[in-house]
T-cell receptor, first 113, second 113 residues
Framework: GDSVTQMEGPVTLSEEAFLTINCTYT??????LFWYVQYPGEGLQLLLK?????DKGSNKGFEATYRKETTSFHLEKGSVQVSDSAVYFC????????????FGKGTKLTVNP | DVKVTQSSRYLVKRTGEKVFLECVQD?????MFWYRQDPGLGLRLIYF???????EKGDIPEGYSVSREKKERFSLILESASTNQTSMYLC????????????FGPGTRLLVL
């Protein structure tokens, strides 16, 4: 079945450091790919998404590129802030099929001042 | 703004009790979902619904049931709560016309004693 693997955390960075959170997937066909973020005490919210190969999703300084050849969707940010401290989830959904999201296990990011 | 609300943020119940978790969305979404979130396991789908009175099992339906009598409301029922159902429960909704994005509620943290 479909699956998502993301780097295990926790990840601790200093403010203004570069962030990469790796995400790879296994799926038949051409899924849509997502990054969701969960701030402390809150539910998940969509951070960015990409629906086809070579698409780049971006939001709030975060970026991720849909790489079909490496089945990856790595999340990057050039300069993190304390307010970026959260848990980040990579996810996929099969296009044209079920509306079900398949999530990775999440990566907790802590940014220190 | 899409709003998904859950009836309680925190809930404490005793083993064997029947527990109802309510979720309401205000965007006329067809799809609604219940997940549980546990440390190290990420989000796992319990049940989902594509329409009123329709339901389908997710990955971990055992010990749970659901009800969707109205389009905006999706209830998760623990028929006889057990300690291994202590978890964070997240509700989400989406629309086929909404680009597959799921919108999440704030979550209910359930403790079963």
């Amino acid at each position: 079945g479909d699956s998502v693997t993301q780097m295990e955390g926790p990840v601790t960075l200093s403010e203004e450091a570069f962030l990469t959170i790796n995400c790879t997937y296994t799926a038949t066909g051409y899924p849509s790919l997502f990054w969701y973020v969960q701030y402390p005490g809150e539910g998940l919210q969509l951070l960015l998404k990409a629906t086809k190969a070579d698409d780049k999703g971006s939001n709030k300084g975060f970026e991720a590129t849909y790489r079909k050849e490496t089945t990856s969707f790595h999340l990057e940010k050039g300069s993190v802030q304390v307010s970026d401290s959260a848990v980040y989830f990579c996810a996929l959904i099969q296009q044209g099929g079920s509306e079900k999201l398949v999530f990775g296990k999440g990566t907790k990011l802590t940014v220190n001042p | 703004d899409v709003k998904v609300t859950q009836s309680s943020r925190y809930l404490v119940k005793r083993t064997g009790e029947k527990v109802f978790l309510e979720c309401v969305q205000d965007m006329d979404h067809e799809n609604m979902f219940w997940y549980r979130q546990d440390p190290g396991l990420g989000l796992r789908l319990i049940y989902f619904s594509y329409d009123v009175k329709m339901k389908e099992k997710g990955d971990i339906p055992e010990g749970y049931s659901v009800s969707r009598e109205k389009k905006e409301r999706f209830s998760l029922i623990l028929e006889s709560a057990s300690t291994n159902q202590t978890s964070m429960y997240l509700c989400a909704s989406s629309s086929p016309q909404g680009g597959e994005t799921q919108y999440f509620g704030p979550g209910t943290r359930l403790l079963v004693l």
